[in-house]
Structure formats: C-alpha cells, structure tokens
C-alpha cells in the first residue's frame, strides 16, 4: 500500500516516514495494563478474589470438560 505523501518537492518527500500517534490509552486499559505488569495499587482486595474465582472456576470447568463431565469420587 503506497501512502500519498503530503510534500515532494521532486528531491525530498517531506512526510514519508509520518506515522500519526496511537490513540490516547483509557483508564480501563491503562488498569489492565497496570495490573498485568504487577502494579496492585489499582486493585482492591475484593477485585484480585474475584478475578481468582472466575480463574479456578474457568480451570475446573475445563477440566470437566476434557474429563467427560464425570467425577471419579
């Protein structure tokens, strides 16, 4: 894909190697990124359980799954 650039003064393209910057981050995905770095500030106690839940719920759902669903208890 060839850009049309804004000035080519025949010797120089002015503007070739332009690229605008990447839109502004939004708190959310600013929270997401702080928190997959490591950065707990952003998260109560009561987030990090939750997301803990829904992890080891997702596991034992999978787990099922791949196990036909049946419990050898």
Do not use: C, H
């Amino acid at each position: 894909m060839e850009r049309n650039t804004p000035y080519d003064t025949g010797k120089v393209k002015i503007g070739l190697l332009y690229t605008p910057p990447p839109p502004a981050a939004t708190p959310e995905e600013t929270w997401v990124q702080n928190v997959l770095l490591g950065d707990r500030q952003g998260m109560s106690e009561l987030t990090l359980v939750t997301i803990q839940s829904i992890g080891l719920i997702a596991f034992i759902t999978i787990v099922m799954l791949l196990t036909g669903g049946t419990s050898n208890a």
